[in-house]
């Protein structure tokens, strides 16, 4: 197999398939495509691999799956071993709803609060829309982690968590405190062990490297 994402420093979208293929054990290549150049040569570059023109893409064969969620999908079903969703139903769907949300919505704190991996510590006057964002957010980790048990959302690390870790990465690097939007220490554990994961750090390595 084959995923091609963009530059690790920026590209959330590629992170999070990024994440569930390494935790599914199995062998890969990596193609790094660098973002923010010449927009044709950019693209040039992309739709060499993706139909779509974005990243990221997975390549398996003569199949290629170009976007995140559905690539997540197709290694849930590949690699049933990996339990990338939870076994029972309800968590499963829980999870689903999850990592649906945050890949459809949040639009005002992905605009204000862009990932930067290579310039870790930021700043950005927040909108209210952005902060309503957050409080649903922290409130749905809230809602997952105190049903589960933890420690991640369902239970056992999965899909769900792989589309939240760069939502962690933003409210370290904006600075914003869970606890300040009244989240609990459970949650703020929570963001925390998002980033300490073996896989995250190893795509934070590289970004900054």
């Not at 044709?40 to 170009?66: C, F, M, N, Y």
């Not at 999850?98 to 605009?111: D, V």
Request: some cysteine; glycine content about 6%; proline content about 6%.
């Amino acid at each position: 197999m084959e995923i091609i994402i963009g530059t690790k420093a920026w590209s959330s979208w590629s992170m999070r398939p990024w994440l569930a293929l390494k935790r599914t054990g199995a062998p890969f290549t990596e193609t790094l495509i660098q973002l923010r150049q010449e927009n044709e040569r950019s693209a040039a570059q992309i739709l060499a691999h993706s139909p779509s023109g974005l990243v990221p893409a997975l390549k398996d064969g003569d199949v290629t799956i170009w976007d995140s969620l559905a690539i997540c999908e197709y290694l849930a079903e590949k690699f049933p071993q990996a339990a990338l969703w939870p076994a029972d139903p309800v968590d499963r769907a829980l999870a689903r709803s999850a990592a649906a949300e945050m890949h459809s919505g949040f639009a005002a704190l992905r605009s204000e609060c862009p990932m930067a991996l290579d310039a870790p510590s930021q700043t950005a006057e927040l909108s209210e829309a952005t902060l309503q964002n957050v409080r649903r957010i922290l409130g749905l980790w809230s809602q997952l982690l105190t049903r589960s048990g933890g420690p991640f959302l369902v239970g056992g690390w999965s899909i769900a968590d792989a589309f939240y870790t760069p939502v962690a990465v933003r409210l370290r690097d904006y600075g914003i405190q869970p606890a300040d939007h009244g989240a609990s220490d459970a949650v703020a554990a929570y963001g925390a062990r998002l980033l300490n994961t073996a896989e995250f750090l190893e795509w934070e390595k590289a970004a900054r490297s």
